[in-house]
């Protein structure tokens, strides 16, 4: 049975806390939780036309992770490369006001912050084995 690759697509989010959080729980899914089994796409190169990254998102499945209620990701990925797969949306998992709280650099995360990604990380995985499941019992 041959590995079915999920891209998981990240914000980019600089301009909030919950930015932090999903790039932060994207890296964590790719080099610790499933290595080698998920893929990213830069999202601002899938916007700018990188044609790789949007012919990736159309012929495999997708999850994307955005930091506040705008969206970015999931409007992206749907816009240039069809539907995504699932979502994960850091505000329900953290709280709005603490997503849409400032920017953070990754040098000045705390334990507590690490906690919060922790989270996140926990939802992307549950919803890539619920993909990932469903592609293996084809």
Known sequence: MELVKIGVISCSGEDC?????????????????????????????????????????????????????????????EKLSGKVSDVVQVADIIGQKTAEGPALSTRNVTKEHMEMVDQVVEDIRIKFDRIADGYYKK
Not at 19 to 25: D, E, I, N, P
Not at 36 to 47: D, Q, S
């Open 17 to 77: 806390f919950g930015g932090t959080v999903s790039r932060l729980a994207t890296r964590k899914i790719l080099e610790r939780i499933r290595l080698g089994e998920a893929v990213t796409i830069c999202l601002p190169l899938f916007i700018a036309g990188g044609e790789e990254e949007r012919g990736f998102a159309q012929a495999h499945p997708t999850i994307t992770v955005d930091g506040c209620g705008k969206w970015c990701a999931k409007r992206a990925t």
